[in-house]
C-alpha cells in the first residue's frame, strides 16, 4: 500500500490549521515535520515546527513523522518523543559512529515509536546497510536537505531501486520513504523504484483539489 506523508514545511502559518484539517480530510496518512537547526542545514525552523506539531497533535488523530534534520539529535529526540511521533527520522550524515547510531535507534524504540534513518542524495545506501535489520524505515532525500519545493534529483531513484533489491534478497522488512519533488509524475517514478512512503509538500498545499493529488500521488 502507498502511503502519502504531507510535509508542512511550506504552510503558511496563518493558513495551517485550514491546511492541517484539508491535509486529513485528503487523506493522507502522516503529516511530515521537517526540523532545520541552521546547523546540519542552512535554514532553522525549530520553534515553528514545533508549534505545528503541538497543533496538530491537538487538531488531528494522523501520525507524526518527524524528519531531524539537525547536529544535535538526542536533544531533538528527547523533544519529539513526548509527543508519541508515529515514526522519527534522524541522518546517518550526523551520527558519526556505529555507537552512537545504535544507541540513538535504541532510544527511539524504547519509546515504542519507529525508527527512521535518513540519507541525503550524495550518501551511498552502504552507510546504511549495517543498521537496516534494527530500523522501521529508510527515507531517501530525493533533493538536498533544507529548502521545499526543489525538482527530484534522478539519481536518486537509482538508489531506491538498489535499496530495495537489497531489502528484499535479505527478506528485511522495511518501509523506504521518498522524500524531495514529489509530484503525480514523480510519484509514480518513485514508487516503480521501490518506495512506499512518498513526501509531497508543494504539490499538494497548491493544488485546486487536494483530494485527487493525494489520489494521484497513491496510484
Do not use: C
Not at 69 to 90: A, G, R
Not at 174 to 180: F, K, L, R, S, T
Request: no cysteine; charged share 30%.
Amino acid at each position: 500500500m502507498i502511503e502519502v506523508s504531507a510535509s508542512v514545511l511550506n504552510i503558511e502559518k496563518d493558513n495551517a490549521t485550514r491546511d492541517f484539517y484539508n491535509l486529513e480530510t485528503a487523506k493522507v496518512n502522516y503529516f511530515h515535520i521537517d526540523v532545520m537547526d541552521g546547523k546540519f542545514v542552512e535554514n532553522n525552523n525549530v520553534e515553528l515546527m514545533k508549534d505545528y506539531a503541538l497543533t496538530i497533535k491537538h487538531i488531528s488523530n494522523l501520525g507524526l513523522d518527524v524528519h531531524l534534520m539537525v547536529e544535535d539529535i538526542e536533544n531533538f529526540i528527547d523533544e519529539y518523543l513526548m509527543l508519541s511521533p508515529e515514526i522519527l527520522t534522524f541522518h546517518i550524515e550526523v551520527t558519526g559512529t556505529e555507537e552512537r547510531t545504535k544507541k540513538i535507534i535504541r532510544t527511539i524504540k524504547n519509546e515504542g515509536t519507529r525508527v527512521g534513518i535518513a540519507i541525503s542524495p550524495d550518501t551511498s545506501i552502504e552507510e546504511i546497510k549495517p543498521y537496516l535489520e534494527l530500523v522501521h524505515m529508510v527515507l531517501v532525500m530525493s533533493v538536498v536537505p533544507g529548502k521545499g519545493g526543489q525538482k527530484l534529483i534522478p539519481e536518486t531513484l537509482e538508489k531506491v531501486k538498489q535499496l530495495k533489491k537489497y531489502v528484499d534478497e535479505n527478506n528485511i522488512d522495511i518501509d523506504i520513504e521518498v522524500d524531495g519533488g514529489i509530484n503525480d509524475i514523480t510519484a509514480k517514478e518513485a514508487i516503480e523504484a521501490g518506495s512506499n512512503i512518498l513526501v509531497a509538500g508543494k504539490y499538494l498545499i497548491s493544488s485546486e483539489n487536494m483530494n485527487e493529488a493525494v489520489q494521484k500521488i497513491k496510484m
